[in-house]
């Protein structure tokens, strides 16, 4: 499995980006896709993910209201439309693929800049 995430970029504080991950490999209503995000000098985090079955949405605290996590089984690609973003948001984003909603991922792609600019 291989997971290639892009959309990465500088942005100014309340615009937007949408990144994508494309899936290469078997995916299964199992799985779960998953964002994360890793700052400098900080552990990565989880920021949201979403049941490939059933599209169930699961996000961070805080991002919550601001980012939304969706895919198209069609093309096997999950994206994360990030809305109002802030500095704070600023981080190397990866997609990843899983079972569980926030833990037990096996699969990461190569992870895609985001600077937020104030």
């Known amino acids: 499995v291989q997971l290639q995430a892009s959309g990465g970029g500088l942005v100014q504080a309340g615009g937007s980006l949408r990144l994508s991950c494309v899936v290469a490999?078997?995916?299964?209503?199992?799985?779960?896709m998953g964002w994360f995000r890793q700052a400098p000098g900080k552990e990565r985090e989880f920021v949201a993910s979403i049941r490939w079955g059933a599209g169930n949405t699961y996000y961070a605290d805080s991002v919550k209201g601001r980012f939304y996590i969706s895919r198209d089984k069609a093309s096997k690609t999950v994206y994360l439309q990030m809305d109002s973003l802030k500095t704070q948001d600023t981080a190397v984003y990866y997609c990843?693929?899983?079972?569980?909603?926030?833990?037990?991922?096996?699969?990461w792609g190569q992870g895609t800049l985001v600077t937020v600019s104030s």
């Open positions: 990843a693929r899983g079972t569980g909603i926030r833990t037990d991922y096996n699969y």
């Open positions: 490999g078997h995916t299964f209503s199992s799985h779960v």
